[in-house]
Nanobody, 120 residues
Framework: QVQLVESGGGLVQAGGSLRLSCAASGSIKSINVMNWYRQAPGKQRELVAGITSGGSANYADSVKGRFTISRDNAKNTVYLQMNSLKPEDTAVYYC??????????????WGQGTQVTVSS
């Protein structure tokens, strides 16, 4: 069993910054991809950024140059540094982690979500 704990969301004015964290714990042998998704009211969940175990990152066009994804493999933690925030970034942000478990399986897990609200 794996648990994901997200933190760092909140209310910020446009142009401000927030840093999200997602820590994985439990029966983890290794972690492959770690992603951040977001879902705004009335919209589908979308991929914001992802990072591989080797550190290769990819971003949605809407956040390129403003958001930075990183990970600490020793802590099984992924971060999302969000700068120059815009009202359209308002959403619930979810982390997604693909874990290799001690028992040998690979399974995907979602965080509980953290609200990010950007005021204009």
């Amino acid at each position: 069993q794996v648990q994901l704990v997200e933190s760092g969301g909140g209310l910020v004015q446009a142009g401000g910054s927030l840093r999200l964290s997602c820590a994985a714990s439990g029966s983890i042998k290794s972690i492959n991809v770690m992603n951040w998704y977001r879902q705004a009211p009335g919209k589908q969940r979308e991929l914001v950024a992802g990072i591989t175990s080797g550190g290769s990152a990819n971003y949605a066009d809407s956040v390129k140059g403003r958001f930075t994804i990183s990970r600490d493999n020793a802590k099984n933690t992924v971060y999302l540094q969000m700068n120059s925030l815009k009202p359209e970034d308002t959403a619930v942000y979810y982390c997604y982690v693909l874990c290799g478990l001690i028992g040998g399986d690979w399974r995907a897990y979602w965080g509980q979500g953290t609200q990010v609200t950007v005021s204009s």
